[in-house]
């Protein structure tokens, strides 16, 4: 047996390991590679000390002989070299035989040098070799940090190759679909999900990307999932599951459903249930609603409260901010142009009372129309007809129509800036929203129910507002009152690093506000909401976020005088 280790190493040139038994053969080959600039760090004849010196001296690839000295021939090492280090292995055979061959190709080899050999075979053969394995490597460390990227999120992940077998599952993964880490198999049979959720999860498999909605389900244990299907960046026909944790998000909805939701809105303050009763008694009654209040409070929500419990329900709900039309264009966007009426009208256009035809329409800021499109609103609500830009054919329409505005009317009606004809057609009947610095017990639900919802969509860790934090949102004035505060609460989780977020995670114009308007202790912070809501006690606990029990305490601890 001879066995030659190389003294030195190159960092430049690759290093390779010889595993020939015949020593002649052995020094021409280690003189070809050396005179190809490769550096040859050992020679052996064995099998066996083919896999020790591997394991010892990490060459970055073995030229190995097929028949060998020893119990182990040279398919035998080199399977072994394969499984435990993932080197590159070429194989050297004066054999060809179908058998030699097959035995040798189910290692996985990188190559094959027939004896004898050409130098410039053998160059080319270890190049590619080399450069194949390069990439392997690469491809791995890329696989091995999707992996880790994967597993360190907090939305579950689920691995499917083409076969549909399950290859991978990150951490939360596991704890959504309380599995092992070493499941595997079928993702079908693996996964504890209901058939008629396989069934559509199939469904959607072959659909293209854009076209795959997420699903809703729960688990075998009553878990409450929403499940996301990709397509997996590495194979074309692999699928990655994305998983998100949706149980908080159903509890709350079933609570806000019995007690403080109505349609897409979140109250329980008086003022919101008056709200809620005006929709209702209305919705059915076909006439004209005026929705006044500031920006953010929910004049949208409200007309489509009204649309979705009348009668009009499964026709179109057409949504338009008439703050947002140029006066020039104003006319064909509501009434719809004809074909060359104007420049740039290529085609005729059915405008927003068109499409909204025996459905609602809902004119948001309907304060900003001119005086002359003022004009041909009343006279459209007036005979329930429109003409289209460029026409003279009347058109007959069935819509009803809900108004909002921000603006006192009333004052622009005194100065000459909105027709009073208009005012009274708009508004046969009207509902006034509070700001939200009016009912500021509804402050800690719509945090709740936005906090849910944005941990549900980004299944992020935090679970709620600190204590200082919190009484910094019930405190502010919030001038843009509901759209605010959602705003808020997703800046705050976003800025978030821990698991409470605390004052410093606040919009800036929350955090900083107005000192003397602001309670900086716990005694201020009740007295501030005892007087807020008027000595009651159950409406200041709900402004503070807490029980009515702990208030009682707390007034008693304090030595707080109601």
Known sequence: MHSVVAKRASANKPRLLVVEDEAVVAIDIRGHLERLGYEVVAVTDTGEEACRLAAELTPDLVLMDIQLRGAMDGVEAGLQIRRQLSLPVIYLTAYADEETLGRAKATGPHGYVLKPFDERDLHVTLEVALHKHQLERRLEESHQQLLAVLDALSVGAVLVDDGGDIGFLNGAARQMLDLPASAAGSWQRALPLPETTQEELEALWLRPAGQ???LRTETVGGRALEIELADDPRAPDGRILFVRDVSELRDLRLLLDKRFAFENMVGESEAMQRVFQLVRDLAPVDVAVLVRG?????????????????????????????????DDLAASHLFGHKRGSFTGAIADHAGYFETADRGTLFLDEIGELSPKLQSSLLRVLEERVIVRVGESRPRRIDVRLIAATHRDLEADIESGVFRRDLFYRIRAAQIDLPALRERREDIPLLVRSFLTAYRARQATAVEGFGAAAAGHLLTHDWPGNVRELKHAVEFSVIRCRGRQIDVADLPPEVAEGPAESRPTSEPDQIRAALRESGGNRKKAAAILGLSRTTLYRRLKQLGIDE
Request: hydrophobic fraction near 30%; charged fraction near 25%; glycine fraction near 14%.
């Open 212 to 214: 795959r909605q997420a």
């Open 294 to 326: 500031e920006t953010g409070t929910g004049k949208e929500l409200v007309a489509n409260a009204i649309h979705n419990r009348s009668e009009r329900r499964d026709g179109p709900f057409v949504a338009v901010n008439c703050g947002g039309l140029s």
